[in-house]
Every structure is written in C-alpha cells, then in structure tokens.
C-alpha cells in the first residue's frame, strides 16, 4: 500500500517560513518622566556578531509617529556616527534632551555605548514606534518595536526593555518587551531601571523568525 503524502499542502507551508539575519535590534526605548518629557530614548545593539562599519553598510533608525504608517522623521547611522563603526554585543544610545536632563541622569556613559543626540528621531511620547531598516522606508525595516497600524499609548513615562527575540519586523512590542513605569519626576529611578549597554536577557539565537 502507498501512502498518499500531503506534498502540495507542506510546500506551501514551507513556504510561509523565511530566515533572516537581525543585524542590529532595539533593546530599550524610554519616554522620559522628567520635566518636558525627557529624557527620550532609543537603544539599539549590534547582534550581526561582527563590526558593523556604517560608512560601508549603513541602517536607518526612524519614527513612526502618532496615526502615521511610515517614518515621521529618520537618521541614517552613518550620518549619525560620523562614518564610525559598532562592534558586536556594543550599543547605540540615540536620546533628545535638550535640557540636559539626559546628561545628568546619566553622567556616566558604560564603555560599551555610544551615545548620541537626535532631537529628531527620538522624540517618543508613548505612543510612538520606532524601527531600524535597511532604508528610508519602514518597508525594509530589520526590527520594530510597537504595532505600526495601532496607535495606543504603550509607553507613557515607562523604560521598555527588550527581554525576548520577538518577531524582528512584525513584532507588536508588548510581545518582547517589558515595561516599566518611571515614577514622576524621580531621578533615581533610571541608574536601577533603566541602565545603559545591559541586554543579558535576550537570548543568544537570533538567525531565525517566522515570516507572516
Ligand atoms: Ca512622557
Ligand atoms: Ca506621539
């Protein structure tokens, strides 16, 4: 007796499942519970396990803000970093703060961080996502965080810290995320909240997500 085979049913299944390499992630986002909303900021890590030299491979970290769909405003990290580079497992601090309260949060950079101002791009009020791509576009991103359709106040004066892989462009952020709620006005809450170039929970495996 033959056995009949679901071929055309696993082909197709097959292919629904893509890979692809998650070359540089968010790992921490904050909308600040200071004066004026500060500080705001984004952390990016290189996981691509090698240098990553913008000025030859260059990514875009953008907002998308309020009902939009696309960035509302972009740097390219080439522009960003003056042609630098990031070597794997270091960060990428991009933060608006232009009363410095960013700076006197955090007087004290860790080694394995760079940190740099955009009033442009980090400019989150708690219901805006962010994403890294490849491009201008949010079409090409790498990784997400936050639900591009759905505007929803997520992150109202909270730290939100990446504790899982997710699903690196179509992730919905409460999905990979933890969040947590920055008492008004407290500056002590950030050196144990909220620190800099620590992402030890995010699993080691990276290389592989589901395509939807
Ligand atoms: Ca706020
Ligand atoms: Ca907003």
């Not at 082909?11 to 909308?31: K, Y």
């Not at 608006?96 to 989150?124: E, H, M, R, W």
């Not at 920055?182 to 950030?190: K, P, Q, R």
């Amino acid at each position: 007796m033959k056995k009949i085979l679901a071929i055309a049913a696993t082909a197709a299944a097959l292919s629904m499942v893509g890979t692809a390499q998650a070359q540089l992630i968010l790992t921490s986002v904050m909308d600040g519970n200071m004066t004026g909303g500060t500080p705001k900021m984004i952390e990016i890590k290189n996981v691509s396990g090698s240098t990553i030299n913008f000025a030859t491979t260059d990514y875009f970290v953008g907002i998308i803000q309020n009902a939009n769909t696309n960035f509302s405003g972009n740097v390219s990290l080439n522009t960003l970093t003056g042609g630098g580079s990031l070597a794997n497992g270091e960060f990428i601090v991009i933060y608006n703060s232009t009363n410095g309260t960013f700076v006197s949060l955090y007087p004290s950079i860790p080694s394995n961080v760079q940190a740099f101002v955009s009033n442009t791009v980090a400019n989150g009020n708690g219901d805006d996502r962010y994403a890294i791509s490849t491009t201008t576009s949010v079409a090409n991103a790498i990784d997400i965080f936050g639900n591009i359709p759905v505007q929803s106040n997520f992150y109202v004066d909270s730290i939100a810290r990446r504790i899982g892989n997710g699903n690196f462009t179509t992730v919905t952020a409460q999905a990979a995320w933890q969040f947590t709620t920055l008492l008004s006005g407290d500056a002590s809450d950030h050196t144990t909240k909220a620190p800099l170039g620590v992402n030890s929970s995010l699993p080691v495996e990276l290389d592989s997500f589901i395509v939807e």
